[in-house]
């Protein structure tokens, strides 16, 4: 509770704490000190605030442009875009030069890269330029790019990357007959500037975006090799994302561990929704809500991209396995690792079975679904770590409602489907919130022993 | 590096990109063979860029079984169209995948298969019947106009004739270059 009201009266109680002996003399001024706002919030609010004016500003621009463009001739609609991209460049290079005015520089280098798609749009406009519209973005989110390489700018990053991210959706959704590979070309030197920079903004929306490109791919892909590749695409997803977690689990330094945390978390979140997408029965035999099952068994290029996914995973765990065992006590670790590889040998099964079997993977995964999230919770009381347990949580309850939607709504009456329905939801929602916040709290107290 | 030199590759860089824009459409337009094409427009607005026409061209459906050249075509493929003048306007002579050799007194086009109909519905006998039709999308579909003129081009007045004067580059890259309302230049497209 840092707020004026507080401090004020503080401010006002502490003199009669010291004259009763409560609090020692010195320790007075220790604590208003402590009470005083802290610079790097108000830095982050004005930077927030600045940024939040860029983006109306630009919007304004953009809006105003439309609805006067007709009163103004080809000429000074040229001026007006090359000499208010310019402006604002040189505008934010004089700030960041200056030194104090880094941050307000930085935001109008945001306003540069707002002006750049607004001059590629009106460019567009004013000569009749209509090719593949995708390209319009992408060339905008390369312009975004380039000042976030140049400038070393993560407002400018974080918009090349919505703006990619954008551009990814626009050619999967509205001409999706080929997977969008560039967009990972795109977001490689992207991550390269993230970590580099140590972005943590960037960072999340690199993540979001990845994690929205995973998805968009999926119609492509199903339409490249129909019946199969969706569930394959989905298991490659989870191993790759394991991969991804225990990679930043071994990349962890002190220097980078702003941006590695962020790419940790949605890794671990990823593989998780991988493996929850895999427990769906329907989904393993391929059956599309009636009919027999479809699915077929996978072709040479899924076997071979998902063994050597495995292989990766494997080699991962068996370095991190290396590095802890030194260090720390790892049962639990060598728990989890015995639960990674059940999955393993399902998941590799599957590239051979076809649909016929699907109910029977889909129970084994569900068994091994469970138990991964229950020593997710250990691996996090056993860590410290919060985010796993609430991760493993949020997925058990999904699970459990997933598995009632699936076994009782065709053997129940619906009344009765719905009325233990939501009893399970309600009680059970209860239970599992009251347990996480019990361990997280001890998390929490444990935490601050250790500190003092 | 110092701020300043760093400010100026953007700009350099970013003002490239915007001027290679410019140059490509002034390039089509200046060294493409102009070509008159016939229209029957339809419309909505843009929210970012005001008003503008959209454009059907009586070559953006072609019939393949009335036309010469490729029959297979994909949604997405890209398309070569080659024209030859007919009385007043041009008109599809053949269809291809790549681009085909040319000929005396044609011009080809490129476009891309916006989708493919295999049905047809025809007005006289009420029966839906077999086509294998192609829709193809040129670029030269929208035209940006002064707001609240967008109406004029889009719905002309009884027995107004909408035509547009197509320039159509060495590579098959086509531009609007002007715009003729009853044989007048009602818009015409200049670099300033």
């Known amino acids: 509770m840092r707020n004026s009201s507080f401090a004020k009266r503080i401010q006002k109680e502490l003199p009669v704490w010291v004259e009763q002996g409560w609090v020692k003399p010195d320790g007075h001024q220790a604590i208003l000190n402590s009470l005083e706002p802290s610079d790097s919030h108000a830095g982050f609010l004005s930077y927030a605030l600045s940024i939040l004016g860029v983006l109306l500003f630009g919007s304004g621009v953009i809006t105003w442009f439309a609805a006067n463009w007709q009163e103004i001739s080809k000429l000074t609609k040229l001026i007006l875009l090359f000499g208010s991209l310019w402006g604002t460049y040189c505008t934010a290079g004089y700030l960041i030069a200056a030194d104090r005015y880094r941050n307000i520089g930085q935001t109008i280098l945001l306003l540069g890269v707002i002006l750049f798609g607004a001059n590629i749009m009106l460019i567009a406009q004013i000569y009749h330029i209509d090719s593949h519209y995708p390209n319009g973005i992408m060339l905008w989110a390369l312009g975004g790019l380039l000042t976030a390489f140049v400038m070393r700018s993560q407002p400018a990053m974080v918009a090349a990357i919505i703006l990619c991210t954008i551009w990814t959706g626009m050619e999967n959704f509205d001409f999706g007959q080929k997977i969008h590979w560039w967009f990972l070309l795109f977001l490689l030197p992207g991550f390269c500037l993230v970590f580099q920079n140590r972005w943590r903004f960037a960072a999340h929306a690199a993540m979001i975006g990845l994690l929205f490109w995973c998805l968009a791919i999926f119609e492509p892909v199903e339409h490249i090799w129909p019946k199969v590749s969706v569930l394959y695409l989905v298991q490659f997803y989870f191993l790759f994302y394991l991969g991804a977690g225990i990679l930043c689990n071994l990349l962890y330094d002190d220097k980078h561990k702003a941006t590695i945390s962020v790419v940790r978390n949605y890794s671990i979140f990823g593989a998780i929704a991988g493996f929850y997408l895999l427990t769906f029965p329907r989904f393993q035999s391929g059956v599309r809500w009636d009919g027999d099952p479809q699915r077929i068994t996978a072709s040479l290029p899924w076997v071979i991209i998902t063994i050597s996914m495995m292989t990766i995973v494997v080699g991962l765990s068996v370095w991190q396995w290396q590095r802890l065992s030194k260090t720390e006590d790892t049962r639990h670790i060598l728990w989890g690792y015995i639960v990674i590889c059940a999955v393993n040998i399902i998941l590799m099964l599957n590239l051979f079975v076809s649909g016929l079997y699907g109910g029977l993977i889909a129970i084994s995964l569900n068994l091994l679904f469970f138990a991964c999230l229950v020593w997710m919770i250990i691996a996090g009381i056993k860590r410290y770590d919060r985010y796993l347990i609430n991760i493993a949580f949020i997925f058990f309850a999904l699970g459990l409602i997933s598995r009632y939607f699936d076994t009782f709504w065709s053997l129940l009456n619906r009344s009765l489907f719905f009325m233990v329905g939501g009893l399970i939801l309600v009680v059970g929602g209860f239970f599992l919130e009251r347990q996480r916040r019990k361990i997280t709290g001890e998390i929490v107290i444990q935490q601050k022993k250790e500190a003092v | ?192």
């Open chain 2, 1 to 192: 590096m110092k701020i300043f030199y760093r400010i100026a590759i953007i700009l350099i860089l970013q003002t490239l990109v915007l001027f290679f824009m410019i140059g490509m459409k002034q390039h089509t337009l200046n060294t493409g063979i102009p070509i008159l094409l016939e229209t029957q427009p339809v419309d909505p607005r843009s929210l970012f860029r005001g008003d503008y026409v959209r454009l059907n061209y009586t070559i953006s459906e072609i019939n393949l079984d009335q036309l010469a050249g490729d029959k297979d075509f994909q949604r997405r493929d890209p398309v070569f169209v080659l024209l030859k003048k007919s009385n007043k306007y041009w008109e599809p002579a053949s269809v291809h995948k790549a681009y085909p050799e040319t000929q005396p007194d044609t011009v080809i086009i490129k476009g891309e298969v916006e989708y493919l109909q295999s049905r047809l519905w025809n007005d006289e006998t009420k029966v839906s019947e077999k086509a294998n039709l192609l829709r193809i999308r040129y670029g030269i579909e929208n035209y940006f106009v002064p707001e609240g003129k967008g109406m004029e081009l889009e719905r002309p007045q009884d027995g107004e004739i909408v035509e547009m004067v197509v320039a159509v580059d060495k590579s098959g890259n086509a531009g609007i270059k002007a715009v003729l309302v009853n044989g007048d230049v009602k818009y015409e497209e200049t670099l300033l």
